[in-house]
């Protein structure tokens, strides 16, 4: 299977491991990514060992990306990967591509100095980002600046932001895009962007 292209499936179910550099179950692979990892693409990875797969508790599918499996993940994408439309399956090949961009090309963003604390839980940020967006705009999939966004979410860690915002975008639920015309951004623009890969992200919005 080495000189052999992966489906689209089993890359974008590597590069989702690697990202989360733990292992994942089946139910979140799929519930969460958008990726349903069916017998034939899971066999596939696991003869070629590039993910390992257990059976925890009831039953359930735990995977694993190994040392080649995370090599794998990025020789594919730079070979491209093929999308057909701008889903959130594409959106997380495309965020996942950016990640094999060497450091070096990657601009220096300094963070405001910031020092909230939250214990929310992911789904309970994700409310709170859902919130903030119907606030500032009156209608999904209208265009919001993060820096309006952070604003309203001031309270909540950046970081917690910052996973759960990709995690919104990553499944599809949000889209999150550099902006057109960077010369007219500010500098609290600049500071509040989110970093994505190598890439500095002004905007954000929930589809309909």
Do not use: C
């Amino acid at each position: 299977m080495s000189e052999e292209r992966l489906t689209y499936r089993q890359v974008a179910a590597l590069l989702v491991l690697r990202e989360l550099g733990t292992a994942l179950p089946h139910k979140n692979l799929k519930d969460e990514w958008g990726l349903d990892l069916d017998t034939k693409n899971r066999a596939g990875l696991v003869d070629a060992k590039l993910i390992e797969s257990e059976t925890k508790a009831k039953r359930a599918l735990w995977y694993t990306i190994t040392p080649a499996g995370e090599d794998r993940a990025i020789e594919e994408v730079r070979k491209g990967v093929p999308v057909s439309s701008r889903s959130g399956k594409a959106l997380a090949l495309l965020y996942l591509r950016s990640l094999s961009v060497p450091e070096a090309a990657a601009p220096i963003i300094e963070e405001p100095v910031r020092a909230p604390v939250t214990t929310l839980s992911p789904e309970e940020v994700e409310d709170r980002i859902r919130t903030a967006y119907a606030k500032i705009t009156p209608g999904a999939g209208r265009w919001v600046s993060m820096t309006e966004l952070r604003a309203a979410l001031a309270d909540i860690d950046r970081d917690v932001q910052d996973d759960v915002l990709r995690a919104m975008m990553l499944a599809g639920r949000a889209d999150i895009e550099p902006v057109a015309i960077v010369s007219d951004l500010r500098p609290e623009d600049h500071a509040d962007a989110i970093v994505i890969g190598s890439t500095p992200n002004h905007q954000f919005r929930v589809g309909a």
